[in-house]
């Protein structure tokens, strides 16, 4: 064995290792939420900012600044019900087109598409689980007419997420609803355009408390299969119970080609929607791993890696909305960055002998690797701010957007966001 | 060893413990929540129902229905920003003094003063926490206004719920917080007269993400003996880490002298806030059979067994509420009364022996005996029905209410409840 | 709506619907596993019983006196390595040959055969998906020959639980070691007879940290599908994270056609491997009704229901081991006559109406319904003892077992069972 | 506010920071557990490794070896019934004090003094909870007994864990066995001479599988006080149900002034025995950090900050032992360094100021730095390797250890160390 004092210090990056990582960061778009602006709470009660956005004219040009500062969040992601009506005066499809136009204005586009299947007082027994064909019918219908919204604004991402579920023993047939949902999905998949993704995600409870249908990565996977061939399971990091090993989850969906996306956020008991990588941020990182040596095995089998879609989604009740916002960006981009750090070779090299510490070391290493002033010098080479988050909070903008929101503020009541 | 199909099967109550059982049942008061009858949610919005209470006088309404049908909630918990500003038309002492008189016109008296220290927005950096002692201030005024309250009613406990804490790490300091706690605790308890109980409760998380101060019992015990004699714990089933033994902990605090009384609910993954025993009530079986082991035990050694106070707190987003309320009372009485059966000079003799399995069996005995037959006669003989829930639900209270009701319902914003 | 004090009381049950379900509970057959008579442990250590089994025919003794106390165990699953070599002195298929006759002997026939491809040296870093393709082999090789030995003591079901997994992040590839389960997998379908059933394990953790290969349903249910159409899930009840809705995924896997059987125990944390519905026995019922519900739906649509094996696999380290034997049986027989006893068309009924109070109270009516007077007749009508758990703990056998035992006993060392 | 862009980025650590960092890190100690140098297991089996050692000798090697390429190992616990009696040959004290020797030749101490009351056959129904009075007296004789051990090997530390609990609802009197540790903890604190500290430990589960009698930090506190005033709270990091949050607990025993120590290790499920900081490296910052906040906290109000132990306490499977030790403590030494760099000013300010973006940052810059490098210089600074684990895997002595301990390796029966 040679002298370890010889080699280079494991701390030092190698420089070719660096500019590989920095072209993989330079890929990586993140997707914003719009609700993430608006004024958000829990059920106990919603604290509000006097900059927090109020119409989907004011959530853009939040994710405007977010994209002004990161240069990492081309699209912002909506939400039919809270976006749309608000947004044009006319049709739905009216409303779609200025939607897109606002954004497009801003220097941005439309993401994923979000259809609001839970909040209208219909949907106090489910929405295509419900027994009542006909509300399964307005849910199916108002998922369809979301199809039709995101073709007029080019987005290719319906994203569901279905709140059905029950509260006790007794309430509900797990397996009448889950035939419902098989047969509403598949209707919704046939009035998808070829270029459009089905997102489906999967959460174990709340705001359904015995069980939701959708309760897990399993379930969710079979039924995108029976809905179609383009559809796929959204993981959001949040919709998990404690102890399950998320980036575990991660590589077998990647396997078995069922991963569409993510929605990232970070908890500490359940669904909490905090900052990303707040909590664990190492865990954090493991995600990204997967996905960057999945990208990477698939390359060498000359095989293609379906698009990832990564997109925020978290509710910060107590921090402003935009500069958390910013502080996520850059969170995500260190993390990934660390991940895109990892020797791979050498990793392959350990797992093969069963060397565990050894192969465990090839992810510490990168970990413990400083990666803000590579990116601060990536971020100064494109006209960005080195620091965004020091930049958010010096450059005035949130406190412009609360002198002129506030006036417009009323009370806090209403609904999630 | 004697033969054993000499003697009576297991399944056969002994006439005398069944009596002795019912004497503790006729003991078992269970207090209603005010709140509980109200329209309540999730942070994804609230289902409406007709039949819900609108005003305080509603909620007593519902309340005496309950007691009515089930002779066992002659006291109604009250929140005071919900109930007393709502109810008197002048100042909060009035408020009180008509709400106690609507109590007693009905038959009802009422229980535990519940101050609200969480949902103002000069909350958002917690209340007695906070940073800034003016809010301190005003939230220790609240509930030194709340004992004031609490005399001009008759109640003699301030039952305490503070959402304090923190969503992120490095937000907040615990330690000062604590000091802060204690200092205002005791404040709060100088002022109680010495007649009133001061019941503490605590939670792990929600509306808090990262930590609430008074996360789990042995925080809410510290700080109730710092606060002062009259200051317990206060219990809520469902203020638990999955995996907790929530009747150890039960065990532990009478023990301790130092457990108030309880919130009932039930729950499946987090403070899901269900109908009590619904989920697992071998659960809240066992937890009655501490409390009655407890009282045999205390009372062999003529001590005295401090009082316990039962008070339900649950939020039945879905379940009609009335309904709901005599569902839950039946369901408490049920399975306290089978912790009432147990035979406890057995469960001694089997545990000194260390004999696991008789003295299981003691406890799957009690619970496997079918109360209904007895609580049905019992209930007969002062004149109530037999089967409440079957006559909440054939009595057309529920419809009258909701004729009455409707009229005045109007969008379902706002607040928890 | 009709008077309900006209009708009879909720707790009185139909003596239709009793017979139906005592007919359903002649069915119930309850699988013994034979590593459950044996002295185990936990990692600190192993508490020794003179009574406890040292020898395969120690084992099969149990058995047959539990079936002789209960009728309902006929069969007993063994464990490979623990009882087939210790078994014969020749060949294995010699083992397997007397293993048969001597269960026989006993009146008791030979069930799921478990190989145990976890305990060898050779498996530190996993069988099936070992980075060593010889200990693969030899994996594989194991399992084949397991197919063989069920033969030849006529077993129909292989029933397979995995160790494989990880301790630390980046220890190992998940989707590489995926990719070698599907492959090894597919072998030993291919050696099964038409007539055998591979049953596939999951389990979250231990004795793997980080992640187990299969680590839920979904897992299990995906290399079941790849493996081949004889391959199912079998549910260990403890092999959940806590919060898991088990009989959710029960029926999930029923109506995907995928559910194999179980393995019953119960548990407060983790796999504690307690006796069946000690801790949770509403649970347990939940389960069965998941089942008897899917057999009624079956039977009305005339689709044949896949048969489900019932099997006990809980480790007793303090509790007399025939003794808490019996007591298992006993208590999944009262458990699931509880759940027969549900009525089954006014739950159709009341779910459909969105009637959740009505819903849950056709659970809680069975439930609460004390069985064990019918039981004990129905057990003395078969010429059972009424009590079989009193007639165990009255007749002696463990007191001879022990006397017979005990100097045949040694240290307390060596592996799980 | 001043332009950002004038000020020193954010990553650029202080000189002076760190070296007040380095200072502090100077005095961390960690100390080394005897049994982590053994083969251990899980109850599915042991898988042995050559190198692992086998008599208290080769634990003690073992333990100089991480101390001669960390130098801050100095100190190593030992486990009574495995090292006192296979050290020396006569009595007890006897042992003890070859023990000291055999220590004090390899440059090493004797730290925390482990008694072993939950691994012989009488410890069955717990140790100083026990129904029956000779196993208790049992108990305290041994824990009496390890007083003395301390007394001449010179350990101030007597560190208690006890396996006591139930695994059935009703096997035991939670009140009753309390009393009993009231009694027992307080006779063994009568016997403690007054430098020694008696550090007691808490665990929800496992060996005790429905409840443990001292199951929080809340029981430890709770009895401790009882005990004594030099009985504190021994913090295991992998003895808490998933989500509680462990540094809110540290924080809360400071303040009580009862905190005692730490076992570190990490877990993803349970009490999985990982390396520590291998699954949540900024939990175990987190940590660190409210140790160093409190003891700057005291330094400012001129108070003292009672010491607290850092204990390694891991149970490495696969990991080869020594290897696995270096690993530890590098990281331990990497994840504190970070928390010692932390600007408890600006933090302190930031939450003053309800900043909670602010604050957190000042985390998450701490937890960024890359400390590598400067421990690297620190370490050759002290004649130490740079990367000592590097030099642990490059040195050879696994494969020598490996080569003179294979010959007396046995079967890998037995206890749990």
């Not at 998949?189 to 705001?207: G, Q, R, V």
């Not at 996905?291 to 390359?299: K, L, P, S, T």
Request: aromatic fraction near 8%.
């Amino acid at each position: 064995m040679p002298d370890a004092s010889e080699k280079a210090p494991r701390f030092e990056v190698h420089p070719a290792r660096r500019d590989r990582a920095l072209e993989r960061l330079e890929r990586l778009e993140i997707e914003l939420p719009s609700w993430g602006f608006a004024d958000t709470g829990t059920r106990f009660g919603k604290f509000l900012q006097d900059a927090a956005a109020i119409s989907t004219e004011d959530k853009l040009d939040d994710a405007a600044e977010v994209h002004r500062l990161t240069g990492a969040c081309p699209a912002v992601a909506i939400h039919v019900l809270w976006d749309v009506d608000g947004c044009g005066s006319g049709a739905v499809i009216e409303g779609a087109r200025s939607l897109a136009a606002a954004a497009k204005t801003r220097g941005l586009r439309i993401g994923a598409i979000n259809p609001n299947v839970f909040q209208d007082q219909c949907y106090r027994g489910g929405s295509l689980a419900n027994e009542d064909p006909s509300i399964r019918r307005r849910a199916i219908d108002h998922l369809i007419e979301s199809i039709a919204i995101a073709k007029e604004v080019g987005s290719d991402a319906l994203s569901l997420w279905f709140a059905d579920g029950a509260n006790y023993p007794g309430q509900a047939c797990v397996r009448r609803r889950k035939r419902r949902f098989e047969e509403g999905l598949r209707e919704v998949h046939e009035a998808m355009p070829a270029s459009m993704t089905m997102l489906l995600e999967y959460k174990p409870f709340e705001p359904a408390f015995y069980f939701t249908d959708l309760a897990d990565w399993g379930m969710a996977c079979t039924l995108a299969r029976k809905a179609g061939p383009r559809a796929k399971v959204l993981v959001d990091t949040g919709h998990h119970l404690l102890g399950q090993n998320v980036e575990q989850i991660v590589a077998f969906l990647l396997d078995e080609g069922m991963l569409g996306g993510f929605h990232f956020n970070d908890r500490h008991y359940a669904d909490d929607d905090l900052t990303s990588g707040s909590i664990d941020p190492y865990r954090a990182f493991r995600i990204f791993l997967e996905i960057v040596r999945f990208e990477r095995d698939a390359a060498k089998a000359g095989e293609p890696a379906p698009p990832v879609a990564f997109m925020i989604d978290q509710s910060h009740n107590l921090k402003p909305k935009v500069e958390a916002m910013v502080q996520t960006v850059c969170t995500v981009q260190e993390l990934s960055m660390k991940a895109f750090l990892v020797d791979l070779d050498s990793l392959d090299l350990a797992q093969s002998r069963g060397d565990i510490v050894a192969a465990e070391e090839c992810l510490k290493d990168a970990f413990a690797t400083d990666v803000r002033p590579v990116l601060a010098a990536w971020r100064a080479a494109r006209g960005l701010p080195g620091d965004p988050l020091e930049a958010c909070r010096a450059n005035g903008y949130a406190a412009a957007a609360a002198a002129a929101r506030r006036p417009r503020k009323q009370s806090g009541g209403g609904s999630y966001a």
